[in-house]
């Protein structure tokens, strides 16, 4: 159950990263995240 969920939560993660890339939304730092 606990490496589900810790796939589930990467998962959404790596989602997240993307969809907020995708927008352009202005980085805190300034700089690119790979």
Same mark, same amino acid.
């Given at each position: 159950? !606990?490496? #589900? +969920?810790? *796939?589930?939560? &990467?998962? #959404? &993660?790596?989602? $997240?990263?993307? &969809?907020?890339?995708?927008? !352009? $939304?202005? *980085?805190? %730092? !300034?700089?690119? +995240? %790979?």
């Amino acid at each position: 159950m !606990g490496e #589900l +969920v810790i *796939k589930t939560i &990467f998962h #959404l &993660f790596e989602c $997240f990263r993307s &969809f907020i890339c995708r927008q !352009g $939304f202005p *980085k805190e %730092n !300034g700089s690119s +995240v %790979n």
